[in-house]
T-cell receptor, first 112, second 113 residues
Framework: SQQGEEDPQALSIQEGENATMNCSYKTSINNLQWYRQNSGRGLVHLILIRSNEREKHSGRLRVTLDTSKKSSSLLITASRAADTASYFC????????????FGTGTRLLVSP | DTAVSQTPKYLVTQMGNDKSIKCEQNLGHDTMYWYKQDSKKFLKIMFS???????INETVPNRFSPKSPDKAHLNLHINSLELGDSAVYFC????????????FGPGTRLTVL
């Protein structure tokens, strides 16, 4: 299975702190994406990083990708209570049907 | 305007019933998807349609039948509902296939009693 696994499963921090979550996957990919899901809502795309990229930034988000280790990390800097959500990585396979396979998710709780 | 919309938001029904969930996207995308999210938040693809053509059918029981009347709509019909069908079902769309950024609907929480 190509399913990604996020680590940690849950993370609790204070506002202003940084949050780092990791994703590991098993097969070669074209790109890796991160999504956020607020409670009771659909997923929202955050950032896409291609297999030939090592780092990407978007606002307070920083994503790294290490294809040799088949892993990625999402860093949220200066976290806010509104960042409280579940975060999922999603990978595609280089062969077979073109689909995204989502990881197990990290539940982030940011306390005021 | 909502980009990807689903109806209904909540669906409570008895075992054995047949129900449908509707999905519409106004983004002009070519590809639409159905996902199932279980109680542990695990999200798994069920179906994918590209320009009304079925692209992915992920070992889903044939009680589940997707229908795409046009590329802006993808509906999901479920026959003979079972307790294990209880989950949140998400519709999504993307411009191209598979590994493009996907836009998700708000989800339909299905509870089978």
């Amino acid at each position: 299975s190509q399913q990604g696994e996020e680590d940690p499963q849950a993370l609790s921090i204070q506002e202003g702190e940084n949050a780092t979550m990791n994703c590991s996957y098993k097969t070669s990919i074209n790109n890796l994406q991160w999504y956020r899901q607020n409670s009771g809502r659909g997923l929202v795309h955050l950032i896409l990083i291609r297999s030939n990229e090592r780092e990407k930034h978007s606002g307070r988000l920083r994503v790294t990708l290490d294809t040799s280790k088949k892993s990625s990390s999402l860093l949220i800097t200066a976290s806010r209570a509104a960042d409280t959500a579940s975060y999922f990585c999603a990978t595609d396979a280089r062969t077979g049907f073109q689909k995204l396979v989502f990881g197990t998710g990290t539940r982030l709780l940011v306390s005021p | 305007d909502t980009a990807v919309s689903q109806t209904p938001k909540y669906l409570v029904t008895q075992m054995g019933n047949d129900k449908s969930i509707k999905c519409e996207q106004n983004l002009g995308h070519d590809t639409m998807y159905w996902y199932k999210q279980d109680s542990k938040k695990f999200l798994k693809i069920m179906f994918s349609y590209n320009n009304k053509e079925l692209i992915i059918n992920e070992t889903v029981p044939n009680r589940f039948s997707p229908k795409s009347p046009d590329k802006a709509h993808l509906n999901l019909h479920i026959n003979s509902l079972e307790l294990g069908d209880s989950a949140v079902y998400f519709c999504a769309s993307s411009l191209g296939q598979g590994f493009d950024e996907q836009f998700f609907g708000p989800g339909t929480r299905l509870t089978v009693l």
